[in-house]
């Protein structure tokens, strides 16, 4: 409750609907257990967190809460949104951030500490994903960890309460962009493969328990050594 209270307030500036929106989905998103698996950062140091398809900047905002240490960088391809996120940061007084429409092939290399991907792969084809993944990876400084959060197709019953969501989302409310009806909602040893090809580290968290949709995270770690990903 307190998370959703923080997102209310941050989000003051966008119309009641959407603020609504965006409260309704901060309870039903585990958005503070992907932030406890981001370390703290060292007093002195300074680390930066990339949020592809930030949206709203919703997790941008609940991580500098949680991990006031960090350096805040979202981007996403919906200008709109990208306003109002500047919008909500302005009246929140929130500063040490980057928030731009840009897409993850235009960020610099080796630039990230962590970057969060979020529910964001879903909406697109898996044909893409290798190409989007191994530009993260590029993306990450040595040692960097990757947060993918998408949904366990292993836990079938709560897979249909989500599409049946996402088809609401996307088709008939127009609420998420994505293509008509076509979800990417790959099994886990697929993301874990994938991520693994491009040379991430691969740990898996099952973060379903209390919620009725099979949330999923994979954390990739980048090697902090000198070898990069393994040759195909």
Known sequence: MAIALFVWHFLSPLPFVW???QVIRSLLSPFGKIIDR??????????TLLDLGCGHGIFLALARRMRPGLSLVGIDLDAEKIRQARQAFAKAKISGHQLAVMSIADFPEGTADYIAILDVM???????WAGILKTCYDSLKPGGLLLLKE????KPAKLAVLKLEE???????GITKGEETRFTFPPPEEIRKQLQTIGFEVEEIPLDRGYHVPHMLWIGHKPSGPHGPPVS
Do not use: C, D, Q
């Not at 981001?38 to 680390?47: A, C, D, L, N, Y």
């Not at 879903?122 to 893409?128: D, N």
């Open 122 to 128: 879903y909406l697109v084809p898996l044909v893409l």
């Open 167 to 173: 088809t609401l989302a996307v088709n008939i409310l």
């Open 151 to 154: 949904m366990n197709t292993g």
């Open 19 to 21: 603020r609504l929106h």
């Open 38 to 47: 981001i370390p703290r950062t060292p007093t002195g140091e300074e680390r």
